[in-house]
T-cell receptor, first 110, second 112 residues
Framework: KQEVTQIPAALSVPEGENLVLNCSFTDSAIYNLQWFRQDPGKGLTSLLLIQSSQREQTSGRLNASLDKSSGRSTLYIAASQPGDSATYLCAVSNDYKLSFGAGTTVTVRA | NAGVTQTPKFRVLKTGQSMTLLCAQDMNHEYMYWYRQDPGMGLRLIHYSVGEGTTAKGEVPDGYNVSRLKKQNFLLGLESAAPSQTSVYFC???????????FGSGTRLTVV
């Protein structure tokens, strides 16, 4: 069974600081890994999708890396802003389903 | 806009009542999923479908039934609601396992 772990569970940083969110998974036979953002009381918004053959993916201030062999992914958010405050979820796709970590809740202080 | 639409957005049920949650997608996706999200538990897979007419159990299927009679719709049924089924329910879909998943905005269900 795929187990996905996200560390830390919560993070509070001052505005402008770079964010580093970690995700690890136990079964490396994945199709892809997806990072989502979830605002309180809202749905999941996809941020980045990394295929199993890729090492990283970038979108604006966001960069995600994937090391499939070691079962790790890292999401970097550069120059954080108060609007980045949310819960970030990591999810890996294998078999026919997506397995989620519990998330990292980020607070960016103005 | 194209996407995944969940109906209803909010519902309060009494213990023992039944209801059906509807998920509709207009992206011609083959795969559809129902997840529940509970504080401290993350998202857990209830049931999923790999194509029209198919369904399969996920991690927490007890107390739920599903149907996929049309490719674009995936229904989640609660035959006899229990307080333990109070949760936020999310529907998701994807074209294929190598593609990203698209999620609906969720249904908040409270069973009293």
């Amino acid at each position: 069974k795929q187990e996905v772990t996200q560390i830390p569970a919560a993070l509070s940083v001052p505005e402008g600081e770079n964010l580093v969110l970690n995700c690890s998974f136990t079964d490396s036979a994945i199709y892809n890994l997806q990072w989502f953002r979830q605002d309180p009381g809202k749905g999941l918004t996809s941020l980045l999708l990394i295929q199993s053959s890729q090492r990283e993916q970038t979108s604006g201030r966001l960069n995600a890396s994937l090391d499939k062999s070691s079962g790790r992914s890292t999401l970097y958010i550069a120059a954080s802003q108060p609007g980045d405050s949310a819960t970030y979820l990591c999810a890996v796709s294998n078999d026919y389903k997506l397995s989620f970590g519990a998330g990292t809740t980020v607070t960016v202080r103005a | 806009n194209a996407g995944v639409t969940q109906t209803p957005k909010f519902r309060v049920l009494k213990t023992g009542q039944s209801m059906t949650l509807l998920c509709a997608q207009d992206m011609n996706h083959e795969y559809m999923y129902w997840y529940r999200q509970d504080p401290g538990m993350g998202l857990r897979l209830i049931h999923y479908s790999v194509g029209e007419g198919t369904t399969a159990k996920g991690e927490v299927p007890d107390g739920y039934n599903v149907s996929r009679l049309k490719k674009q719709n995936f229904l989640l049924g609660l035959e006899s609601a229990a307080p333990s089924q109070t949760s936020v329910y999310f529907c998701a879909s994807t074209f294929d396992r190598v593609y990203g998943y698209t999620f609906g905005s969720g249904t908040r269900l409270t069973v009293v």
